[in-house]
């Protein structure tokens, strides 16, 4: 399969190269280049095999977001010179993760489900059910984790810890809520329902950005807006376009990144049926019917794609 695993390029240039989780970064002096591999990850674990398609599908969606939100609030984005790659700012990244749930769902429905009436210092009603609209959006934060997982905090903490400063975090509130409300808008227009994301946010020249990316499925969770109501009523699943179909095949089978657990194989066909549901969730988040772009060698067309823009950008 032509996919995408990790990315070693040498650019003209480049000043550093981290491997995250599904993302290598590539540090210049005035920007940061985002390439979206096609690995992907579950548990904080990333996986063994790769998803065809995975990296263009979430590097698409976070382009068509971002542009569509940078009136809210500015954003990193400058230039997406390759279906898998973004060129952007070079922000100072705020050390949390913007959580934002609009539905009693994935973690939070776990921790709800084990008797927690509280998640990240925000209180929960009793009686709800799983997938249960609450009646506001609250934002859950997380820590940033460069390894391993990512933890839940609260407000509280953050600002008693001075993890963020107080009136910037209420500034990264503000944005979170707004975008949150305009992912929800989007969503409705091509009947799904925005159920929960995240965003980060980073620094500028003192001005905050919304940076990464933006309402993906490895970012947001999203419903079938004409089925959900009959669904909760009759307590039926909620057929998801997220992530969260892959951390139920791996539940299922005996894997949630605990110590000592083996991730279950994962043969060509469960690679293409993960695939299909990436494609799947794009073109009804997005409206676009998807085009994928790895019918060549899809290492050496970023290489000249990359070093093309590089070059008429001086």
């Not at 898998?84 to 070079?90: D, E, R, S």
């Not at 043969?267 to 799947?280: F, G, L, N, V």
Request: glycine content about 6%; hydrophobic content about 35%; proline content about 5%.
């Amino acid at each position: 399969m032509n996919v995408l695993k990790e990315s070693n390029f040498s650019f003209k240039g480049q000043q550093s190269l981290y491997h995250g989780k599904v993302r290598d970064v590539f540090a210049f002096e005035d920007g940061l280049l985002m390439i979206a591999s096609d690995r992907i990850s579950a548990f904080d674990v990333i996986l063994p095999e790769a998803i065809p398609c995975k990296g263009q599908v979430l590097n698409q969606i976070a382009e068509k977001f971002l542009k569509a939100t940078a009136d809210i609030v500015p954003n990193w984005l400058v230039a997406v010179p390759d279906p898998n790659a973004t060129f952007g700012l070079k922000c100072e990244t705020f050390p949390v993760e913007m959580v934002v749930r609009g539905y009693l769902a994935g973690h939070a429905w776990r921790e709800y489900k084990s008797g927690k009436r509280e998640v990240c210092g925000v209180a929960l009603p009793d009686g709800l059910k799983e997938n249960d609209k609450l009646p506001t959006p609250i934002i859950t934060p997380t820590t940033k984790a460069h390894e391993g997982h990512d933890e839940d905090i609260s407000r509280e903490e953050i600002l008693k810890q001075g993890i963020v400063d107080e009136s910037k975090y209420v500034q990264l509130e503000k944005y979170t809520l707004a975008l949150f409300q305009r992912g929800t808008e989007i969503a409705a227009e091509q009947n799904l329902i925005l159920v929960d994301t995240k965003y980060e946010f980073g620094e500028k020249d003192g001005i905050i950005y919304l940076i990464d990316e933006i309402h993906t499925p490895d970012s947001s969770r999203y419903f079938y807006k004409d089925t959900y109501s009959a669904n909760q009523e009759k307590g039926l699943p909620q057929k998801q376009l997220s992530k969260e179909f892959v951390r139920e095949w791996l539940i299922a089978n005996g894997f949630q990144g605990k110590e000592g657990q083996t991730v279950p194989e994962m043969t060509p066909e469960k690679c293409q049926e993960i695939s299909t549901r990436y494609i799947e969730l794009y073109e009804k988040v997005t409206g676009e019917v998807f085009v994928p772009a790895n019918n060549v060698d899809i290492y050496k067309r970023i290489e000249e794609n990359v070093n093309s823009f590089l070059e008429k950008r001086g």
